[in-house]
């Protein structure tokens, strides 16, 4: 196989942010089609990147014999759909995060890869961020010792996405801040921690802030060109949690919205032997004991794109068959937790995770 032949499907923020351009910075793949429900989007960027085809309707190419592998970047609720499709016709699957809306949805998911032998990745693009691959060779070597607790924030002022829209829309989403940005936390946590089991989680999510949509009083607003204050708000805008996993115990604290004027993105490793706080998207400081003195270092590299990684490494198992820390059957353990938290906040206990 010389180049993989790639649809996008979905030309919104993320393929055009990172899918596309790793894809073209590739010499191992081809973008054939560029499929969105909104033609002109479509044709925008067959115009803005000279290649591939404008398709409204994935059906068009689902079963086109030189196509391989497809990115999906739609809004959740067509993650299955779409990806069980495309695997079922013998294609390879890149599916942007959460896997999908609801667990049932991704397990799903998950026995489609199964019984077809394709890929399917799903895009927790921080496995292979620079800083969080160090982070995970510090615990690996055994220098923070035993990790027994990892603590994550999540949080922002006043930060709702496209309010009224798909993002705060349950039947569209899912979820509101833990399933569009705790996914990504405690895809990150497992991650560096070997991804452990997890066993149970107590947790509650709340829908207070953005209720009143007429109302709401916001500094900054991403995808506000969605933003329709007649539409739908039933999603959490904030979410606490605890998972016990057979590693160390998660607790998490989350907010797309809070009546705290500090945006706090951060993430605390605690060993028996040391502890790193990891700046999310950013560099991280370990703080440790040497000599009989305290110790406090902070770690600055050089960075390679964590996308362009991905796609390469998407690439690289279409390729060769491989199945790597993207692949679904590692993804299914943070919608599990998810899934868990939220079914947590609705029974008011306690939920097992199987």
Request: hydrophobic share 35%; charged share 25%.
């Amino acid at each position: 196989m010389d180049k993989i032949k790639v649809a996008i499907i979905g030309c919104g923020t993320i393929a055009n942010a990172a899918h596309i351009p790793a894809y073209l910075r590739s010499d191992k793949a081809e973008i054939k089609y560029f499929c969105d429900l909104i033609p002109e989007k479509a044709q925008a960027c067959v115009e803005k990147y000279g290649c591939g085809k404008a398709v409204v309707d994935y059906h068009d190419f689902l079963n086109d014999p030189e196509l391989d592998a497809v990115s999906v970047c739609t809004h959740n609720d067509f993650h299955s759909i779409i990806s069980i499709d495309f695997l079922k016709a013998g294609k390879n699957v890149m599916c942007e995060k959460p896997a999908a809306r609801v667990l049932s949805e991704a397990l799903e998911m998950q026995k489609t890869a199964h019984e077809t032998g394709k890929v399917l990745n799903i895009g927790v693009c921080n496995r292979f961020n620079t800083y969080v691959n160090k982070i995970k060779d510090i615990i690996d070597s055994g220098e923070l010792g035993e990790i027994y607790h990892v603590y994550a924030s999540f949080r922002a002022h006043r930060s709702i996405p496209g309010l009224g829209g798909d993002f705060t829309t349950f039947a569209s989403s899912g979820g509101g801040t833990l399933i569009d940005w705790g996914v990504h936390y405690i895809d990150l946590i497992l991650y560096c921690c070997g991804d452990p089991a997890p066993l149970t989680a107590s947790g509650a999510a709340f829908c207070k802030l953005g209720r009143d949509m007429k109302n709401y009083v916001y500094t900054g607003m991403w995808a506000e060109d969605t933003k329709n204050i007649n539409g739908t708000y039933d999603v959490d805008d904030s979410v606490a949690g605890i998972v016990r996993t057979s590693g160390p115990v998660i607790t998490l604290n989350g907010a797309w919205a809070q009546n705290i004027g500090k945006s706090e993105t951060f993430i605390d490793f605690m060993g028996d032997k040391a502890g790193i706080r990891l700046n999310y998207c950013g560099d991280f400081t370990i703080y440790g004991v040497k000599d009989g003195m305290l110790t406090e270092t902070k770690v600055e590299c050089k960075t390679t794109d964590m996308y362009e990684n991905e796609i390469n490494d998407f690439i690289r198992c279409i390729m060769t068959g491989d199945r790597n820390s993207q692949y679904i059957d590692r993804a299914i353990l943070t919608s599990k937790i998810m899934q868990a938290i939220y079914d947590s906040s609705e029974a008011h206990r306690e939920i097992e995770i199987r």
